[in-house]
């Protein structure tokens, strides 16, 4: 199966199994503590402050974790990263073992994690072509999707049962354990792991930064890009994460597992999409695909706020998954095929601040918006203004063009 192909190299075989044990803890714990914070605190303002608590610090310290990672070796990065955020979630789950666990706690955690996410995207995203021949990167790139939406599929169901068995304590501290198990994946790999920039080259990490910003603003087909995601990402992520457990709850009359079913339904579509994609050495028409993709995206988010059963929930719930993954993958192949190697690690941690720096905002407005006209019309005004971003972005030539 030619997707596949990209595990023939020994380096990413061992770093993509490393994340995948990774983020199937992190879907255990992301559906674990939606709930808890449903049920301590019933408020969908509440949620939104942690998922704001995690994106600020990231947002920070994105700009210097890319010009980090494009200095110090990236493996090693990662590793610190992995073995930190272990230590985070642990002590989450230490603390609600011990009925000891109150919101602040998670707030603080979201936080920290937030930090450490800032160091680690640029450094996974830079490492995977450093590990890839470029033949093999639309299948490392797909890969690496599927395994978020497997443990998407697999997660957010053994997540349910945890909780409904009264376990959220065990699904934190699962996660706690994956990224330890992803730090020793990734200690065979250090011998390979070297710094991409010189030392002593006499460069500033300011004057980095500054090559960043110029390639970005050089190019529209990224400019344009980030500009509109940054609002896009604010219209899909607001209610994916802040309304959804109280569209199931209050408007749907569910429980917990409705919610996993809808998680693992996405999941699901972005694993046919990703396995679709990855079949291809060469992606065409990148820009128009790229672009439609979210706009379908954006009808499916409009179809959660309708007065519609479960079951097509659910469906809307694939057919998203399935789109957004395509756009995923097409912008990470694109990135890593036209962005230099040496300048990646910067250049991807300016695209994620930019496309994300309004989603704090975000998820405020996300949860005072779902506490004051309900998560139905929070969906579908996110769906709308999705579409209509992305079909505004088809309007530029750069994007059109972009093949």
């Not at 605190?41 to 995690?54: H, K, N």
């Not at 610090?57 to 200095?71: A, K, S, Y």
């Not at 093999?136 to 790139?141: D, V």
Request: hydrophobic residues 55%; neutral net charge; proline residues 5%.
């Amino acid at each position: 199966m030619t997707f596949l192909r990209s595990l023939s190299h020994r380096a990413f075989a061992l770093l993509w199994t490393g994340q995948t044990v990774s983020r199937l803890g992190d879907s255990l714990y992301r559906v674990a503590l939606a709930w808890w914070m449903l049920e301590e605190t019933g408020s969908a303002t509440a949620m939104g402050a942690v998922m704001i608590f995690s994106f600020t610090p990231m947002l920070i310290f994105l700009l210097i974790g890319g010009v980090l990672v494009d200095r110090l070796p990236r493996l090693r990065v990662m590793l610190v990263c992995d073995v930190a955020s272990g230590a985070i979630i642990g002590t989450v789950a230490l603390l609600a073992f011990a009925d000891r666990l109150e919101v602040w706690h998670v707030y603080a955690a979201s936080l920290l994690f937030g930090l450490v996410e800032a160091f680690f995207f640029p450094a996974y995203t830079a490492a995977v072509p450093a590990l890839t021949p470029a033949e093999a990167l639309p299948s490392a790139n797909s890969l690496t999707s599927l395994s978020h939406q497997i443990t998407g599929i697999v997660g957010p169901a053994v997540a349910a049962a945890i909780v409904a068995a009264g376990g959220t304590p065990l699904a934190f501290l699962l996660d706690g354990l994956s990224f330890f198990l992803s730090a020793a994946f990734l200690l065979p790999l250090l011998r390979q792991d070297a710094a991409p920039a010189p030392a002593g080259d006499g460069r500033t990490a300011l004057a980095d930064l500054r090559d960043g910003l110029s390639l970005v603003l050089a190019s529209p087909w990224l400019w344009i890009t980030i500009a509109l995601f940054a609002f896009t990402n604010v219209a899909l992520s607001g209610p994916r994460a802040v309304a959804l457990p109280f569209l199931i709850q209050e408007n749907l009359g569910a429980g917990v597992e409705a919610l996993g079913l809808i998680s693992s339904s996405a999941a699901a579509g972005s694993m046919v999409g990703t396995v679709w994609l990855g079949r291809y050495a060469r992606l065409r028409r990148r820009g128009l695909v790229g672009y439609l993709c979210t706009a379908v995206t954006g009808l499916s988010f409009f179809v959660f706020g309708l007065a519609v059963p479960l079951s097509v929930i659910i469906g809307a719930a694939f057919v998203g998954g399935l789109s957004i993954s395509m756009f995923g993958l097409i912008w990470t192949n694109t990135l890593q095929e036209l962005v230099p190697g040496e300048k990646l690690g910067r250049v991807s941690s300016i695209d994620a601040l930019g496309s994300f720096v309004l989603l704090p905002v975000g998820y405020a407005v996300a949860g005072w918006a779902t506490d004051l006209v309900g998560a139905p019309l929070v969906f579908a005004v996110g769906g709308a203004v999705t579409t209509l971003l992305a079909l505004a972005g088809l309007l530029h030539p750069a994007i059109r063009h972009l093949d």
